[in-house]
């Protein structure tokens, strides 16, 4: 989940590029152009024109600073073709091998199980029909986040184990000590 500091810090960046886009600074370098025309001495024109010059770098540094961030950002929430691809190929190794051991464990308990299993495998294949690229795309365009909604709580289960883990571990050995 999206802790509240980086959503503000993401909303004054935007906040900030509204401001930059909204100063104007081409109508104010045309300003100080048009008045650095009329001074003649060189050395106050060349202090004009050096202000003008870092004030468009340093404004043009900021805006890609926050392009970057943004990037990043949305980087870190979508999931690409490929990996739509790669994941839709685990998926359907992962279901065959699943299937495949299921049959044959089905196998010993009779034709029933057999028919449970198989109709169970359907619903893997409709299951796995679903990650698509066409599908997980349209997803994200409404908002859905894969990463949020999936992958945060699949991290939250797999740190909850190892803790688990190793707090066996620990009572286990202090056990044997006494």
């Known amino acids: 989940m999206m802790d509240m500091n980086y959503a503000q810090s993401l909303v004054d960046m935007g906040v900030r590029l509204a ?3 909204v100063k104007g600074t081409t109508s104010a370098v045309n300003r100080k152009i048009r008045v650095a025309k009329e001074i003649k001495e060189v050395e106050k024109l060349r202090m004009i024109y050096d202000e003008i010059i870092n004030e468009v770098l340093l404004e043009r540094e900021e805006v890609v600073r926050i392009a970057q961030v943004y990037k990043s950002e949305l980087d870190r929430i979508m999931i690409s ?8 190929n ?15 464990s089905a196998a010993l308990k ?32 409404l908002g859905f986040n894969y990463k949020a909604a999936i992958g945060e709580p699949l991290t939250q289960l797999c740190a909850d184990a190892i803790s688990a883990f190793g707090q066996k571990n620990k009572t286990v050995n202090t056990s044997k000590k006494h």
Not at 130 to 137: H, P
């Open 19 to 21: 401001e930059l886009a």
């Open 81 to 88: 073709d490929e990996d739509i691809e790669h994941l839709h």
């Open 90 to 104: 685990t998926v359907s190794r992962i279901l065959e091998i699943f299937t495949a051991i299921q049959l044959a």
């Open 110 to 141: 009779g034709e029933e199980e057999i028919c449970r299993v198989a109709a169970q495998a359907e619903s893997y294949k409709q299951i796995k029909e679903l990650i698509s690229v066409d599908t997980l795309k349209t997803m994200q365009l």
